[in-house]
């Protein structure tokens, strides 16, 4: 092939193979959101049609990529879970996380107008994403990882939920409201809503207090004492060596016809997990009746 | 803060800044376009929308991102490049190469109905991208890259302009054609279409046969003789220390100012790169008259 | 300092730190040891002496760096493993692949004249090790690891005391004895041995069919059933977050205190793991009664 | 094979290729020499047996890997250079960085009675490296590191020399000693060991003054102007593919007919390089015509 005389560039191409057997995270967030969301004319604290837009593109991608098992998104970030056994890509990293960072953006593109009818994007400041990959070795460590974004949601929403009632309904500058909160703790933030403006933080709404959990749906099991479940998701469900290609496949398919839910629900504690094991063990659970 | 117990897991991102002085290339592609391709009804070999629409999306990359100082498009590939010098996002390689996917994919999907017009894009069958960053050591090695993509472009599209003619006009089956190319030249090829079909290859379209390069305009130079225009290369134009971010601001405005071309030509041989040397030296040129 | 204008060079320092809660691995490997053995005179098919300098060198290392739990040696090669929970050198990956190396070929110079007493090295031959790290998840893939090097042994012995043995005792040229062995499996080596030389391989010595195993001495723990010990070993001993420095100086300093034993025994089924707790846990055991 | 049920741990092996066409410099540290001097005596400021051990084990690393262009020492430290067009090991980090820690220790180790002859090495401490390996994108960059390292050498040796004068001869504590130096510039030290104690630092041996340069002797070159130097080194001397096989170990033999010789010479000008410019090119020089 005459090409050949700089096909040698081909080996400055390094090999970004991810361990096998680690569970695979991959962050995406908004790049700028902080002026994209004045731009635009986000509500605050929350926008319900931004947090709707961005699980609708969330959605996509688990259909997309049925080798996901789990996303998780607040704000303006998500988190898209493969899978120990994931062979993906032979695992390589960047070949992972621009597929999603690509088709994250592809569909929030696409889907804006149906989210935000009245508001056109605007050329030269279009939304968009960056992304990274990160390893976790075993299932504790990457609930850790959940229950770490879970927090920040709660941390952050928290706060701004206290904040902005007390500039949008408390008339405060934002300066005051910022100075005032400094050093709150959240039973304080808690009182600062309930005494001055009546709000119940408990009651805001789940998908502002607990973020978007989505997963494929299949029957729930029976919440199992601790130490069963531990032995199954640790021993078990992994095999270190990897499944074949055509097992593969068949476990793509089965879960292609699963249903993506989005939910909102704690996933701090054991129960999310012990009901959904199909999660943990990346083996496809049993199809709810209705959806045979 | 509360959030201490789950933050360890912080702890598992890994570093990933690429090598200082050393050119990056972010190369992306699309995502099972050749697919794609009839479910759009993509003109064959090449279609010029399609084609232009690439573009259009990478000049919007590379306004965005006024350290990228060159970028080569061929069918639904494009490659970006930063200068040895550039300290975008401290040269970490995830967030480079998601930023720019990410935007170019943006950019693709909200134009795409200025160039198809009569072909909505359809949900499940969105275009997507996917790219890697690779690192050059030099400014030799780095335009070995850029011929090797030309010279693909040339090989790809004479070959597919062959085989499409033979097709489309020879009323040949695909296999048939497929069959009588195997094992052709250059010539072979040229032959074909000249003596068959009264096609002069040379007179097909200049972004059929170079691609498209992209780069910000100044005004250009006289053509230097070799030695000179090595040296400058290689040893002045290119500290050793990262300059200051001050520096980089000035720089990163002055890029801004100028005009991202489209441009059809030969990148392999010296004098592209002579008349331009602001590529190579990552020094923006003068700005032309009329931009002023 | 007049130093800062070279200084930058710095900063092509990349960083190099093993993923968290990995098990590491480092195994060497003797360099040019099939020449090397030639040179200096080794008995085929194992040579005791230097068999024993190995472990000499290898008891030495684990000695100066207590963070080591466990080592394993076959031939001119060793594997040794530091716990998921280990901190040092911040767990950078070239710094403790070469302390290792290095310490275990300073003792293996050092102490040759102790084995070889009558085979002086000779300059310009001098025995060198090369050396990798690698993680592993999770104790069941370090456990698969191990096994692997311990079956590795089994096949590499029995091949090696068959061959030999032809040679040797049964005066056949090294070729017809490789061609005799193609293709026979174990059963065929075994026969061979017994039927024609009347050697029962069963009886062979331990350090030749099993490799050696060294690892700190605690009391022996009775043999658990399966079940509590998997739990054990994969959820609570583990902990996520890494442990201080002062706790990793305790624990450094109980683990100077136990005697690094050399044994030959089976490291593939359970037994051995589940009466040595401590290796797997990464928490020193009870030290034996006379070595308080 | 038997051993197929383990032998998946393999994929955990991750590889760790430099990349092509730069500089390779693996750098080696004495481990804990602070103390180990202590241990052994060595003569302050500057301990001749030390250095000339230290270069001695250098020399037999040189012999050992023809593909090393140079090296340069400094107290307990050695850094080895390959260049760019270097495949040993197929630019392996870990092999390259292992190979060469393991055969200076072996070196080290072996060849210390010979330097101390009256102070035998004591086990439970001997002396160890550590190492690392750093890519350098071209000959300026690579240069820079390398004066780096000689103006430490000089900062390093002015300020010991200094401070041991000042207890040794000048009677101070340590204590006062490092509280007088403290601020103090070059001039400031040059004119306490000329006033106080008669010493011109110009005086002192070279060897403690300048490091030591490690490279493989060739025929001398008259000093070439700057500008033709420049572009020999960048652009002509480093082909972007790599040469073949048999070229590689051509050239290797023709290295290992060149003496390795000690020098302590500046090698921040140019003149050293301008010298020699087998160093940057890569390509044996003409041996000196006594060694043919």
């Known amino acids: ?9 081909k080996s400055f191409e390094q090999p970004d193979v991810l361990l ?8 995406i967030d908004g790049r700028g959101f902080h002026k994209l969301s004045d731009r635009y004319g986000f509500v605050k604290p929350n926008d319900r049609r931004a947090l709707d837009l961005m ?30 056994s994931c ?11 621009t597929t999603i960072v690509s088709t994250f953006t592809a569909y929030y593109i696409y889907l804006w107008a149906t989210y ?18 990160v390893m976790y070795p075993n299932s504790r460590i990457f609930r850790d990882y959940m229950s770490w974004r879970q927090v920040d949601c709660h941390i952050n929403n928290l706060y701004n939920t206290t904040f902005w009632t007390m500039v949008q309904q408390g008339g405060m500058s934002n300066t005051d409201a910022e100075q005032e909160l400094k050093g709150t703790v959240s039973s304080d933030k808690n009182e600062i809503l309930f005494q001055r403006f009546g709000i119940n933080y408990n009651n805001e709404e789940e998908i502002y207090k607990k973020g978007s959990v989505l997963y494929r749906q299949y029957q729930l099991e029976d919440a199992k004492p601790r130490s069963e479940f531990s032995k199954a998701e640790d021993e078990e469900d992994v095999p270190g060596a990897p499944a074949s290609r055509s097992q593969q496949d068949k476990i793509r398919k089965l879960r292609r016809k699963a249903q993506v839910v989005v939910d909102h629900v704690d996933i701090i504690k054991d129960e999310f997990w012990e009901r959904r094991p199909w999660i943990l063990s990346g083996k496809p659970g049993k199809l709810p009746a209705e959806a045979k």
């Open 20 to 27: 096998p057997n680690t569970w695979i995270v991959i962050r």
């Open 1 to 9: 092939m005459a090409n050949s005389k700089y096909e040698y560039v």
């Open 87 to 97: 062979q993906l890509f032979e695992r390589r990293s960047a070949k992972l996380v």
């Open 55 to 84: 699980n609708a593109a969330a959605v996509e991608v688990m259909k997309e990529l049925p080798d996901l098992c789990l996303a998780y998104g607040i704000s303006d970030e998500y988190s898209f879970a493969f899978h120990p």
């Open 116 to 133: 935000f009818p009245d508001t056109p994007l605007q050329p030269g400041g279009l939304p968009s994403f960056d992304g990274r990959a």
